[in-house]
């Protein structure tokens, strides 16, 4: 019996270990580049604090898989791209006017939430892969980049812009709502869900399709799908 609750206990100890350390990789941090524009890929433009010290990111990292990334007003400074990151969550808050652009050959992965409220994102025609995108402010360039979307789309607000550009939008994951201001277009647009799926536009909504539209897997329901290209 002693032999049993000694190893019960070693067990809940290694157990509330792992979680700690689980626990502990997740952050927000906070661009704080010190050029204009500066490097993405580098530990000093990272703070645990809005406009605070650099290299303080979790510990003094990168922002991770496990990180969420904000950009704000304390630090307008823009910021190029320059790796293939994949992290949790990006936010634009109000108040950042800079630019955020992809490098040449560089591959962004957000596996949460793509938030902009504000600034500019240049996709520089370079792939980019999101959960659930909103816009309420600030410009969205996705230039002829691929633009992975796994979860939703909303841009309700009469503020914030998404140019389509000439890219190509692919809508996969589950069952998934597109919500707009009405009437939102995009350029070439692939549905490739799951079988049986549901792509659903927002009852009242349209989502304009100015290229090709190509339904790969999945259903598409509610509102309009207004394709005007092939």
């Known amino acids: 019996a002693a032999v049993f609750f000694l190893a019960l206990i070693i067990s ?6 792992i979680f700690r350390n689980a626990s502990a990789a997740v952050a927000t941090c906070y661009w704080v580049g010190d050029t204009n524009p500066a490097n993405w ?30 950009f704000t007003s304390d630090n307008v400074n823009s ?41 500019i994102f240049n996709t520089a025609d370079q792939a ?50 597109y919500d707009f201001n009405t009437t939102e277009t995009f350029n070439n647009v692939e549905v490739a869900r799951g079988a049986g799926n549901w792509a659903t536009v927002n009852s009242g909504d349209t989502m304009v399709i100015a290229g090709t539209f190509t339904l790969t897997t999945g259903i598409l329901r509610m509102g309009t799908f207004d394709a005007r290209g092939n």
Not at 12 to 17: E, P, Q, Y
């Open 12 to 17: 809940t100890v290694a157990t509330i270990l």
């Open 41 to 70: 890929n580098d530990v000093t433009h990272w703070s645990s604090a809005p406009g605070g010290a650099g290299s303080t990111c979790d510990g003094g990292i990168v922002p991770g898989t496990d990180e969420t990334v904000i």
């Open 79 to 119: 910021a190029t791209i320059d790796s293939s990151p994949t992290f949790r969550n990006l936010t634009i808050n109000a108040g950042y006017t800079g630019t955020i652009t992809q490098a040449a050959g560089q591959v962004l992965s957000v596996t949460t939430s793509f938030v902009q409220h504000d600034g």
């Open 128 to 177: 980019i892969s999101i959960a659930s995108f909103t816009i309420d402010g600030g410009t969205f360039n996705a230039g002829a980049s691929t633009v992975t979307l796994s979860g939703g789309f909303t841009h309700t607000a009469a503020t914030g812009t998404f140019n389509e550009d000439t890219s190509i939008l692919r809508l996969t994951g589950l069952d998934t709502i």
